[in-house]
């Protein structure tokens, strides 16, 4: 089993910056695919931003690029999602993800955290 534990959710004005955190514990690997998700109020859960430690890529959706960032604290198993110039419309509660092999498929999700950006 693996638990993950998001963090750092809040809220914050448009314009604005937060940074979450997700603690990974339990049977885990640093092979692992881990990722975020959000998902907004009526709306179906959609991918955020992902890392990848087998060829160290980050992947990031079009929405969020060049103001979110993923990174990864391996020694801490700990992963990370700053989010920069925040927008309303990223109102959402935020999943940490785990995968073994792809992240489009997660092996384990965390319980969530809201952000709400106000304008």
């Known amino acids: 089993q693996v638990q993950l534990v998001e963090s750092g959710g809040g809220l914050v004005q448009a314009g604005g910056s937060l940074r979450l955190s997700c603690a990974r514990s339990?049977?885990?690997?640093?092979?692992?695919?881990m990722g975020w998700f959000r998902q907004a109020p009526g709306k179906e859960r959609e991918f955020v931003a992902a890392s990848s430690r087998a060829d160290s890529s980050t992947y990031l959706a079009d929405s969020v690029k060049g103001r979110f960032t993923i990174s990864r604290d391996d020694a801490r198993n700990i992963l990370y999602l700053q989010m920069n110039t925040l927008k309303p419309e990223d109102t959402a509660v935020y999943y940490c993800?785990?995968?073994?092999?792809?992240?489009?498929?997660?092996?384990?999700w965390g319980q969530g955290t809201q952000v709400t950006v106000s304008s």
């Open positions: 993800a785990a995968a073994r092999l792809d992240i489009a498929t997660p092996d384990y």
């Open positions: 339990g049977r885990t690997s640093n092979s692992y695919v």
